[in-house]
């Protein structure tokens, strides 16, 4: 995933992971890969997956 610098890395985290569940890649009801993995997978640090993570619990 590519970041743009003028957005905060958690906020696109949190806009990647709504697409992947509005896509269907993300199953309603199922668990979402661990932050650990995440964090892997984006290449990103595992602080600022659980900060997206957050802010999506948070939301609803």
């Known amino acids: 995933m590519?970041?743009?610098d003028n957005i905060?890395?958690?906020l696109q985290i949190e806009q990647y992971l709504y697409?992947?569940?509005v896509m269907g890649?993300?199953?309603t009801?199922?668990?979402i890969p661990s932050v650990r993995k995440l964090a892997?997978?984006?290449t990103v640090n595992v602080n600022t997956v659980q900060r997206a993570l957050q802010q999506m619990n948070e939301q609803g």
Do not use: N, T
Request: glycine letters at 6%; zero cysteines.
């Open 19 to 21: 697409r992947q569940i």
């Open 8 to 10: 905060p890395i958690y």
């Open 29 to 31: 009801g199922k668990k």
């Open 25 to 27: 890649k993300l199953k």
């Open 2 to 4: 590519e970041f743009k």
């Open 40 to 42: 892997v997978e984006l």
